[in-house]
């Protein structure tokens, strides 16, 4: 039995996947936004150990929640699947002045890696759309250049797979992967989202915590469980100790290197 965090689980993938790993017995604590959705999270999976809260879109809330987590005592896996998707018509900034999407998709899952009692394992959302996005990682705040809210996204889905892989050459004692759910009909992908939303939470489940030597691998990319191909550049270890830079340097933590 393994003992699992997984942010943003009210609702959507990170709930499937939670109700999932709570049926398969092992123990689950949860991530709210706020102390309503939290609410909501405990009714619909009463079997949660807890629910930790905080809007990761501010720099003192990340580190509130790896405050918290790290109060409930050590977790062997970490799923970190809280992201916004790529609808945003404008740079919408959050209270550190940064941009939302890269704030709550990469700076929040590094601030909350470096932060939390290094588990066993460090799962990590990405999607479809991160080949061919290779990150501008000069602009990440998108200041010098006009806003797409289409490529924000798929540059920070791209970002966080240089993220699992730095993870992975950093820590060999940890398994870091990163996964992609398929493009599924949820509040983010939309009703006319076309892949299968029974097998996207499976993959995250299955990584962070079955003992089948397909799932105890690190610096791997995978889909619907099974390794999957993911954009070249990403294995760039340059790049991933820059975006590493970049983060450490807009929230003042530091990843154990």
């Not at 987590?69 to 959050?94: C, K, M, Q, S, W």
Request: hydrophobic share 45%; proline share 5%.
């Amino acid at each position: 039995m393994s003992r699992i965090f997984i942010t943003g689980s009210t609702d959507g993938l990170g709930l499937m996947a939670a109700r999932l790993l709570a049926e398969e017995g092992h123990r689950v604590v949860l991530h709210a936004r706020n102390q309503a959705r939290a609410d909501d999270a405990r009714a619909a999976l009463p079997q949660a150990e807890a629910v930790v809260t905080g809007d990761l879109a501010s720099l003192d809330a990340m580190r509130d929640v790896a405050g918290q987590a790290n109060a409930l005592g050590r977790f062997d896996a970490v799923i970190h699947n809280a992201a916004v998707g790529y609808r945003e018509p404008r740079r919408i900034e959050t209270v550190d002045g940064l941009p939302h999407v890269f704030a709550v998709n990469v700076l929040a899952p590094y601030v909350l890696t470096a932060s939390i009692d290094k588990p066993a394992r460090l799962v990590y959302l990405s999607s479809g759309m991160h080949r061919g996005a290779a990150a501008d990682l000069d602009d990440v705040q998108w200041t010098a250049r006009p806003w797409n809210g289409a490529e924000a996204y798929a540059q920070s889905k791209f970002m966080d797979v240089l993220l699992a892989f730095a993870v992975a050459r950093y820590w060999p004692d940890v398994l870091s992967n990163a996964l992609e759910p398929g493009w599924v009909p949820t509040k983010m992908g939309g009703p006319s989202a076309p892949d299968d939303l029974n097998e996207a939470h499976r993959t995250q489940a299955w990584l962070a915590s079955d003992d089948d030597e397909a799932a105890r691998v690190s610096g791997r990319y995978f889909f619907h469980m099974r390794e999957r191909a993911c954009d070249p550049a990403t294995r760039d270890a340059a790049r991933q100790d820059r975006l590493i830079d970049v983060c450490e340097r807009l929230s003042g933590v530091r990843l154990e290197r």
